[in-house]
């Protein structure tokens, strides 16, 4: 089993980290991740996991992680309040690629982006962001709602 999902996409060469799926199902799980951020490691041809959230860092404490001038893919587990007043929580994917990054960066995390999506099985909502204005927190909110 982990022999195949380390194989390679046919189309971009990167494979997806063994952790990386046992990680995000620790996000979704037990919710001892507020996010996951995932970055494309050359040299081993594949996706690994850059860095995890603890379960009581913000928003703001994900976005400052995100780089400013290199593309990422990361989750982020949403909690929010209905109007009927329940707590909820929606799992979003997000593709980090800043216009400033580099062009061969852009094209591999786009050519990876849908196998490795693929491998996070209960994200409900993607969202594609070059700017950050592309992740303010009312966006999230309202997708969610």
């Given at each position: 089993?982990?022999?195949?999902r380390?194989c390679?996409?046919?189309?971009?060469?990167?494979?997806?980290a063994?952790?990386?799926?046992?990680?995000?199902?620790?996000?979704q799980?037990?919710?001892t991740?507020?996010?996951?951020?995932?970055?494309?490691?050359e040299?081993?041809?594949?996706v690994?996991v850059e860095?995890?959230?603890?379960?009581?860092?913000?928003?703001?404490?994900?976005?400052?992680?995100?780089?400013?001038?290199?593309?990422?893919?990361?989750?982020?587990?949403?909690?929010?309040v209905?109007e009927e007043?329940?707590q909820?929580?929606?799992i979003?994917?997000?593709?980090?690629?800043?216009?400033?990054?580099?062009?061969?960066?852009?094209?591999?995390?786009?050519?990876?982006?849908d196998?490795?999506?693929?491998e996070?099985?209960g994200?409900?909502?993607?969202?594609?962001?070059?700017?950050?204005?592309?992740?303010?927190l009312?966006?999230?909110?309202?997708r969610?709602?």
């Amino acid at each position: 089993m982990a022999f195949l999902r380390s194989c390679s996409n046919a189309s971009s060469g990167m494979g997806v980290a063994e952790d990386c799926r046992d990680i995000f199902l620790e996000l979704q799980r037990k919710k001892t991740h507020r996010y996951v951020i995932f970055k494309i490691d050359e040299k081993q041809k594949q996706v690994i996991v850059e860095k995890t959230g603890g379960a009581t860092e913000s928003y703001d404490d994900f976005l400052a992680s995100l780089p400013e001038n290199d593309c990422r893919y990361a989750v982020y587990d949403f909690d929010f309040v209905t109007e009927e007043n329940c707590q909820k929580s929606k799992i979003f994917f997000i593709a980090w690629s800043p216009s400033v990054s580099r062009i061969r960066a852009k094209m591999l995390y786009a050519t990876s982006k849908d196998r490795f999506r693929r491998e996070m099985d209960g994200v409900h909502y993607e969202i594609q962001a070059t700017d950050p204005s592309e992740l303010d927190l009312e966006i999230l909110r309202d997708r969610a709602h």
